[in-house]
C-alpha cells in the first residue's frame, strides 16, 4: 500500500530468494494488467491445466515464448487449442532483468529470459508445494503479483515439507529466487479475496513468472 505508515522493507527469506514489497507502482501494474488481459485471449489463451494424474490444477494459466505443460515445454499449446504459443516479448526480458538487478544488485547474466508463465487465481484457487524444474537454465526466476494478496509459502530444496516460510505478497510485490534456493518447493496455500487494490480494476490474482529456458 502506498499510504502505509511503515514500508515494507525488501527481506532475503532464505539465500537467493528475496521479497521486495511494492517494486511494481500503479501505473506499471496497469499496463502489465493490460497486457495480461490481451495474452489470455484465444488462440494459446488462458486454459485449464490437467494433470498426468487427471486432476485439474485450480489455476488458470497462460504462456509466453514457451508452452509449458506437466511435465515439459513445446512450441504449441499441446495441451489445449494446438496452437502456436505466444511471442515472449523483449520487454519483459528487461522487466526481468531490472527485477534480478534490484533484488541482488547485480545484472541479469548473460542468457535471456525466455518464458513467461501467467498464473491467474480466481475464487478458492491456490497452488500445490512445487519446483521450477523444467528449464535446462538455472537462471533466478522472477515472479511478479497484480491484484489479491496471497499467502506464498517458500520451503526447501528437499522436500515438500517444513521448513518453511509464509510470505504476504500484495499486488505489485516482487520474489526472486535463485542461486542455492532455485530449485526450492514453493506454493499458494491462499489468497484473500477482496484485497487488490480498488483502482487496479482486478478481481482475484495474477502471477507473472518469468524464467530463462535453457532450451
Known amino acids: 500500500m502506498d499510504d502505509e505508515l511503515f514500508p515494507r ?5 532464505a539465500p537467493g530468494a528475496v521479497h521486495v514489497p511494492g517494486w511494481l507502482d500503479g501505473p506499471a501494474q496497469r499496463r502489465l494488467l493490460a497486457a495480461c488481459r490481451e495474452w489470455a485471449r ?8 490437467r494433470m498426468p494424474s487427471g486432476g485439474e490444477m485450480s489455476v488458470r494459466t497462460v504462456c509466453l515464448g514457451w508452452h509449458w505443460y506437466p511435465y515439459g515445454y513445446a512450441r504449441t499449446v499441446v495441451d ?66 497484480l491484484g489479491d494478496t496471497c499467502v506464498f509459502r517458500f520451503g526447501n530444496t528437499r522436500t515438500r515439507t517444513r521448513p518453511w516460510t509464509d510470505v504476504e505478497l500484495r499486488s505489485g510485490d516482487l520474489f526472486v529466487f535463485g ?24 478481481t482475484g490474482r495474477l502471477n507473472v513468472t518469468l524464467r530463462v529456458s535453457g532450451l
Open 9 to 13: 522493507p525488501s527481506a532475503e527469506v
Open 179 to 202: 542461486g542455492p534456493s532455485r530449485l526450492a518447493y514453493h506454493g499458494v496455500p491462499r489468497t484473500f479475496p477482496g484485497t487488490a487494490p480498488a483502482d487496479l480494476g482486478l
Open 42 to 49: 484465444p488462440p494459446a489463451g488462458l486454459r485449464t491445466v
Open 80 to 145: 489445449g487449442d494446438g496452437t502456436p504459443v505466444k511471442p515472449f516479448p523483449g520487454r519483459l526480458d528487461a522487466l526481468a532483468r531490472d527485477a534480478v538487478a534490484r533484488a541482488y544488485g547485480t545484472d541479469g547474466g548473460d542468457e535471456p529470459y525466455d518464458i513467461a508463465l501467467v498464473n491467474f487465481y480466481g475464487a478458492g484457487a491456490k497452488m500445490g508445494p512445487h519446483r521450477d524444474s523444467d528449464e535446462k537454465s538455472s537462471a533466478p526466476v522472477v515472479s511478479l503479483s
